[in-house]
């Protein structure tokens, strides 16, 4: 199913992601996560893509047991920035083969070793060519609420969202967010440019201590005071943290619900013990 079409449901509902392993020797693990949080059945699920292509079989893999084992619909992740026309052309060959119906484009972190392909310049280039080569998929986009961290101004992101979603965006996915204000003047921001796409909120668990910090130093994403509070307290009590950061994440997803967001994208990293938990204290709100 088209992820524009769930989209359109006004239930709310939530979707989960997971990430392929590094190397196919980690494959049968992935998949029995994969498979554990497709069995809560989730409204779609996401399988990322490594840096630099680095996974692009087993991502492929991933998604397809998630739709074709599984039945659960599924949204695998491509990125451009060290792929080549020919490359792209033949993981939407793979998509069509596994019927998978929807790609998330994304132009991917600039290599370390300045390693890069241009074919691409930018995730709008790589929609373009998805969307000359294969008009029936649905075509998801990455959108940061805080401002990409390479954007020197906000507006320019924006303006270059706008060019993204013209060259044929059906829905956004944002960035992890703590802090749902950031994103409620996000979606006036996004609105103002004229963008009138789905605006996924991504809302991301922190079980550990260690996890935000990674989290943050990657994404550029700011942590308020009530959340430093948290790690503050919990961070060194494994147990105390799981609970916390899984019951922040909960209140983030129910009180955007409660303001009338009604999909909301949880990055489950792989856990499908935090998906329940998070499930769970969603019963009776998310269907
Ligand atoms: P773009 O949309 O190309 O934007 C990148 C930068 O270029 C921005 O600063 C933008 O303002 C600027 N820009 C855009 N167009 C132009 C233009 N025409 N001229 C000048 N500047 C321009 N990474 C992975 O490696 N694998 C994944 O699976 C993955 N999944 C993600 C999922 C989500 C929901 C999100 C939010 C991010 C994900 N990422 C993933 C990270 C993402 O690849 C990085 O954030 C990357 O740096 C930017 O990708 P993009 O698609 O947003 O790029």
Known sequence: MKISNILMDKKPSVSFEVFPPKQETGLDDVKAAAGAIAALKPSFMSVTYGAAGSTSKLTIEVASDIKNLHGVTVLPHLTCVASSKEHVTNMLNQIRENNIDNIMALRGDLPKDGIICHDYAHASDLIRDIKAQAPDLCIGGACYPEGHVESAHKADDIHFLKEKVDAGCDFLTTQMFFDNNIFYNFLYRVKDEGINVPVVPGIMPITT??????????????????????????????????????????EQIIDLIANGITHIHVYSMNKPDVAADILKNLKGIVS
């Open 209 to 250: 201590a260690k996890q935000l910090s990674r989290s943050v130093q990657l994404s550029g994403t700011s942590v308020p005071e009530r959340f430093k509070a948290i790690v503050d307290r919990f961070g060194d009590d494994p147990v105390s943290m799981r609970q916390a950061g899984i019951i922040y994440a909960s």
